[in-house]
């Protein structure tokens, strides 16, 4: 049977979700995300540029008929600032399935957790299905699981970091308990980290920066991509025990130059 | 087309002559399918951009996507 995992009732094959910022152009942008497989990708809001209205827009290159789109709060450090956000969101492409996150100050935009859980419980009311970003907390993660978030989503590292997984054990934690699926957002710098977080037993994993600040984002995007399977394929098939002495693999018995 | 009057788009004082939101979204030239906007903290469906008048004072925030983590 085909591995997929299903978020708010939608089912994906690809377990790797890719932000679409900070690239070098739209035609990047959409080359890169196309390698990596990806069939959801995080979008952000902002205010139209009024004086040139004609100017080339993200979804003329990411068509939100191809792709999932998941509509952020990047940016947002308020609870009220994340819900206009997403509810503007809503209105422009009709989409329910949102990532929240409400940030800390720099240099760090570590998650504000009180301003998280402020603005999931007014989403919630307001029939959104937030998949979350949060701390790599497994108190405040069972808690927006309780509280209705469709996906717990723990930093691996500071945003843009590319610092990979800081506290595998805490994601490792949090996945264990969760009922919904938990995915690392954050700090993703290179193939290892990703296959990493998969083999923690994470659902998915999202990422944007590992491709954007490559030195080829194509290329980064096709090595995510086979990491992210090699992860999931490994967490699947169980790793050996770790050993702290050697264990030879080759027979010890039929050795040349020895006395029978 | 009417007097203009004073409104707040997108953070910025600026004169527009349309009277509902549907005029102001044609004179500034946007394609209505891939924005959204808010009025006053409150979201403007669609379906009432040409019922939605614009009076003076007005805030407005004029959204749509663009590339994001």
Redesign the interface.
């Known amino acids: 049977m085909e591995d997929s995992w299903e978020v708010a009732g939608r089912r994906f094959s690809s377990r790797l979700i890719v932000g679409t910022g900070r690239y070098k152009s739209l035609e990047e942008t959409a080359a890169s995300i196309e390698a990596s497989g990806a069939e959801i990708v995080t979008v952000a809001v902002r205010r139209v540029n009024i004086a040139d209205p004609n100017a080339p827009m993200l979804q003329d290159f990411v068509p939100p008929t191809k792709y999932t789109y998941l509509p952020n709060t990047a940016g947002c450090h308020t609870a009220k600032d994340a819900v206009r956000t997403l509810r503007l969101a809503r209105e422009a492409g009709g989409w329910n399935l949102v990532k929240l996150e409400v940030l800390g100050p720099p240099p760090f935009l570590y998650p504000d957790m009180a301003g998280t859980f402020e603005a999931a419980a007014a989403l919630i009311a307001d029939n959104f299905e937030v998949m979350v970003y949060c701390a790599d907390d497994p108190v405040a993660a069972k808690r927006l699981e309780e509280m209705g978030c469709v996906a717990i989503m723990p930093l691996g590292g500071p945003i843009g970091s590319g610092l990979g997984v800081a506290n595998p054990y805490m994601i490792r934690a949090i996945k264990q308990q969760a009922k919904v699926p938990v995915l690392v957002d954050a700090g993703i710098g290179t193939a290892s980290d990703a296959a990493f977080a998969m083999e923690l037993g994470c659902d998915a994993v999202l990422l944007n920066s590992a491709l954007a600040h490559a030195q080829d984002p194509v290329g980064m995007a096709v090595a995510m991509k086979h990491a992210v399977i090699a992860g999931r394929a490994a967490y699947l098939a169980g790793r050996m025990p770790r050993n702290y002495e050697a264990n030879p693999s080759s027979p010890t018995s039929g050795l040349i130059g020895r006395a029978g | 087309m009417r007097m203009p009057i004073a409104i707040t ?4 004082r ?1 004169e527009v002559r349309a009277a509902s939101v549907a005029e102001l979204l044609a004179e ?4 209505t399918r ?5 009025l006053n ?1 409150e ?4 379906s009432t951009y040409a019922a939605q008048a614009l009076t003076g004072g007005d805030q407005l ?9």
């Open positions: 788009l997108n953070g910025e600026r500034i030239g946007l394609d891939k924005v959204a906007v808010e903290e979201i403007v469906p669609r925030e004029i959204v749509h996507f663009i590339g994001g983590g």
